[in-house]
C-alpha cells in the first residue's frame, strides 16, 4: 500500500504515479502536469516524441490525436514525419507494414473467443498480425517492447527488411486460415496497411474473416471501410475501453478517450446489420487500485446504452511497464467488477486472464 501524495489516504497506487484514481480524476494539485511528466519520461526512453505535437506544421489525420507535424518532425506514433511539406511514411502505409505476423491454431485466446465461431473449428488458425506501433501510451501496458521499433530505429538500423507489403502478409493465407486479426501495438496507426491487406484478402478468399483489436481512436472513414470488411466477412471488431473518465485516462494512456467512445458508438449503429456472429465485442483490464468496480459500472453502462447485448469481457491484470509493482487482480475485485456490468445492464459478459486471479 503507498500514501497518495495529494491526498494523503492510503491504497493501491502505481509509485511512477503517486497519487490515486480519485485524485486524478478530480485533477487536485493540477496533478495532470506531474503526470504529463511519466508520460514524456516513458517515452523518450524509446526515442518517441515526448508528447502529441501541437502547433505550427502539416496535420496528420490518420488517428485521433491529429498531430501537427513541422519540417522534419515525427509523429506521436512514430511512423509519421513531415519532410519536405509532406506527411511520409515511414511504416504504416498501404505498401508496408511494421509488424510481426504468425498462426495461431484455433481455438485461440483472442478477447473475442468466447463468442467468436472460431472456437468450433479445430484444426484451422488465425493469422494474427501485431502491428509495432500505437496511437497511445499507456502506463500499464501489456506488449510494451513494441516501442523498441520506433522511427529512430528504423532508421539507424536499416530495418526496411522488416517492412512487410501488404501484398506479402495477405498471400500468408492458406486454405487453413479461418481468421485474421489486427492488434498490437495498435492497428489504427496502420489502418491503410491492414485495409489494403484485407482488400486482398477479400479479393482472393472470400472465407477468411477479418477481425481488429485496438483502442478505437482511428479516424472515423478509415473505421467506416473497417466495419465494412468486417460485416462482409462475418469478422468482428473488438474495443478496448481502457477507462471512461477522460481525466482517468489521460493518466494512464498518454491521450482522451473521446474518439474512442464516438468510434465505439460509431460502430455500435451497425450492430443491427448483423447480430451474429457479434460485429462488436468491448473488453477492459482490470488494473487494481486505478479501474475500480465504479468505473467498470461507468463504461458498462456507456456500453449499454449502445446496445446491451454487446459482449464485454472483464480481463484480469498482470503488472508491466511503468505500473510493474502493482499487484495482480483479485479474484474478490474480479468478481465486483462483474457484478458492476451486470448490473449497468448488460447481458454478456466474460471474465478473462482466469489464471491471472490472485485470492
Known amino acids: 500500500m503507498i500514501r497518495c501524495k495529494i491526498c494523503g489516504k492510503e491504497g493501491i497506487i502505481a509509485e511512477r504515479i503517486g497519487v490515486c484514481a480519485l485524485c486524478i480524476k478530480e485533477n487536485r494539485n493540477n496533478i495532470f502536469d506531474e503526470i504529463k511528466k511519466v508520460h514524456q519520461k516513458s517515452r523518450k526512453e524509446f526515442s518517441l516524441e515526448p508528447e502529441v505535437p501541437k502547433g505550427k506544421g502539416i496535420t496528420c489525420k490518420i488517428c485521433a490525436n491529429e498531430c501537427s507535424l513541422e519540417e522534419g518532425k515525427s509523429g506521436f506514433c512514430g511512423l509519421r514525419i513531415n519532410e519536405r511539406g509532406k506527411i511520409m511514411s515511414v511504416a504504416g502505409s498501404r505498401d508496408k507494414g511494421i509488424l510481426e505476423w504468425y498462426f495461431d491454431p484455433l481455438p485461440t485466446n483472442c478477447v473475442a473467443s468466447w463468442v467468436c465461431e472460431g472456437s468450433k473449428h479445430y484444426g484451422k ?50 486454405n487453413n486460415t479461418f481468421c485474421i486479426c489486427y492488434f498490437g501495438g495498435d492497428p489504427t496507426v496502420q489502418m491503410p496497411h491492414a485495409l489494403e491487406t484485407s482488400k486482398i484478402i477479400r479479393k482472393n478468399r472470400k472465407d477468411i474473416r477479418i477481425c481488429f483489436e485496438t483502442n478505437g481512436s482511428m479516424n472515423q472513414g478509415l473505421l467506416k471501410k473497417a466495419v465494412t470488411l468486417c460485416l462482409e466477412s462475418g469478422g468482428c471488431i473488438k474495443f478496448d475501453l481502457k477507462a471512461f473518465d477522460e481525466n482517468l485516462h489521460y493518466a494512464l494512456c498518454g491521450v482522451s478517450n473521446k474518439r474512442t467512445l464516438e468510434n ?11 447480430r451474429e456472429p457479434p460485429l462488436l465485442i468491448a473488453s477492459t483490464l482490470l488494473v487494481p487500485g486505478y479501474i475500480s468496480e465504479d468505473e467498470v459500472f461507468n463504461i458498462a453502462s456507456f456500453i449499454a446504452k449502445v446496445d446491451k447485448t454487446i459482449p464485454y469481457s472483464l480481463l484480469a491484470f498482470y503488472p508491466h511497464f511503468y505500473m510493474s509493482d502493482l499487484p495482480t487482480t483479485s479474484r474478490n475485485y474480479a468478481m465486483k467488477a462483474f457484478a458492476a456490468a451486470r448490473n449497468a445492464g448488460l447481458e454478456r459478459i466474460h471474465l478473462g486472464n482466469i489464471h491471472l486471479l490472485t485470492n
Not at 529512430?152 to 498471400?171: D, F, H, M, S, Y
Not at 465505439?264 to 448483423?274: D, L, N, P, Q, Y
Open 125 to 174: 488458425k488465425n493469422l494474427a498480425v501485431f502491428y509495432e506501433a500505437c496511437s497511445f501510451n499507456c502506463l500499464f501496458c501489456q506488449n510494451w517492447h513494441f516501442r523498441e521499433m520506433n522511427t529512430e530505429r528504423i532508421k539507424k538500423l536499416g530495418c526496411e527488411g522488416r517492412l512487410t507489403p501488404a501484398e506479402e502478409l495477405a498471400n500468408s493465407t492458406d
Open 264 to 274: 465505439f458508438e460509431f460502430v455500435g449503429s451497425h450492430i443491427s446489420k448483423r
